[in-house]
């Protein structure tokens, strides 16, 4: 199986600043690497897929960007409503994986 | 708009068999590439269980090959997973998904509201 890595697993922050998330692949998964969102008591959403191709109604704040084996997902002014977990996921091969998931919450 | 609601029993009994259906409305689950899928989550951990893709070919987690099935009714417009003999590691919220594609690339959107399924006598 692919091993997906986060890091930072938690991290604080206050609204407008610059967050980046990494996500590290034990192998190469080209670009099949999506971000989601979930907050507490809901489902995932999709914010990017492809690593960097942003879903449909997801704001431009929100961006990806790697290949390979590390990727970043960049969130440029933070929302109040952006305060979330945050998952990557490699779609490359099965079975899929996902990260262990980064906290984002108020400093 | 697609949507997707699980359904099914709340509460399992060890060695007992999980069964679950995911309902899609907005859309017929018979698409062209309309691939489907499930995937649980215990605290924090999201784990991808099945997918059933439109040329109906179905990938399991090799975790979990053994006991799961997943299956497509399109008279009904719905998918379903069952999880056989259960134990209390599988105690876990189940969400059903789209995995949708689009030039190569796949990602689970949308998802269902996820129903929490506990194992316990």
């Known amino acids: 199986d692919i091993q997906m890595t986060q890091s930072p697993s938690s991290l604080s922050a206050s609204v407008g600043d610059r967050v980046t998330i990494t996500c590290r692949a034990s192998?190469?998964?080209?670009?099949?690497l999506n971000w989601y969102q979930q907050k507490p008591g809901k489902a995932p959403k999709v914010l990017i897929y492809a690593a960097s191709s942003l879903h449909s109604g997801v704001p431009s704040r929100f961006s990806g960007s790697g290949s390979g084996t590390d990727f970043t997902l960049t969130i440029t002014s933070l929302q109040p409503e952006d305060f979330a977990t945050y998952y990557c996921q490699q779609s490359y091969s099965t079975p899929q994986t996902f990260g262990q998931g980064t906290n984002v919450d108020f400093k | 708009q697609l949507q997707l609601q699980e359904s099914g029993p709340g509460l399992v009994k060890p060695s007992g068999t999980l069964s679950l259906v995911c309902s899609v409305s907005?859309?017929?689950?018979?698409?062209?590439?309309?691939?489907w899928g499930w995937i649980r989550q215990s605290p924090g951990k999201l784990e991808w269980i099945a997918t059933h893709?439109?040329?109906?070919?179905?990938y399991y987690n090799p975790s979990l090959k053994s006991r799961v099935t997943i299956s497509v009714d399109t008279s009904k417009n719905q998918f379903s997973l069952k999880l056989n003999s259960v134990t209390a590691a599988d105690t876990s919220v189940y969400y059903c998904a789209r995995l949708a594609y689009s030039r190569g690339w796949y990602w689970f959107d949308p998802w269902g509201q996820g129903t929490l399924v506990t194992v316990s006598s």
């Open positions: 893709y439109s040329s109906g070919n179905t």
């Open positions: 192998q190469n998964i080209d670009k099949f």
């Open positions: 907005g859309d017929s689950i018979n698409g062209s590439r309309y691939n």
